[in-house]
């Protein structure tokens, strides 16, 4: 899920209240290094698809094996989060920051395994995916399709809602409250459909991405006017938590609404 800062109000030394020039070098540095974090993503996944085939695979057939085994997955995910949050906010040195990110990143880009591999199964073709006897990821141009639709869906209301808040500069920050609400919401849900084997639809995988969205105003209001100027590596990893699991939502939608 979406990270969701402690910072409830302006703190001292914060991008609202340092210069122009210090705000706008921050929220430069913030946003270029999400979008190197996205590259990263993108690359590190792909790249234990195609080099390491088999762990991804086993890992994705272990995550498929149970609803239980993919609530131990989530209860890890964000324990490594939490780590990551921790790291990203260290005042000790920069190096630990982005250990923090890069953790957080590698471990996004592992939770998105088993769900590619769906993609591949479904919309595949199984002489392609296992050539003889050879597991294969051949991504079949509808389950190409689906990925870039939902990559560019993503970006598209990523920079819609941004450029929202740049815009009108208003503060979206009172959405904490109805945005953890949303969260331990959809960790209910999610929880119940792993006890009681009910499978989340379109209409909650839709409320996910209102939620995501909210997250998205919320976090770019922190991020342009209470992060401190030296912690633009702790906002580029929110900023990056809510994209990718975004990107997760998006993603799903769309395979839930594309017929086989």
Known sequence: MAFATQHARPIPGAVATVGVSDRVNFLRKTYGLLGISLIVFAAITAGMMRFATSTSWGFSKWAWSGPWNWILILVLFMAVGWIAQKLAFSQT????????????????ALLLQPLLWYVIIRFGNRAEIFQNGVLQPHLSSTGASLILEAALITLVIFIGLTVTVFVTKKDFTFLRGALMIGSFAMLGIILASAIFGFHLGALFLGFGIIVLSGYILYQTSLAMSYFPPTAYVAAALMLFSTVATLFWYVLQLLMSLRSD
């Not at 040195?93 to 996004?108: H, K, N």
């Open 93 to 108: 040195s920069r190096g630990l920051q982005l250990t923090g990110l890069g953790l957080f990143v590698t471990a996004e």
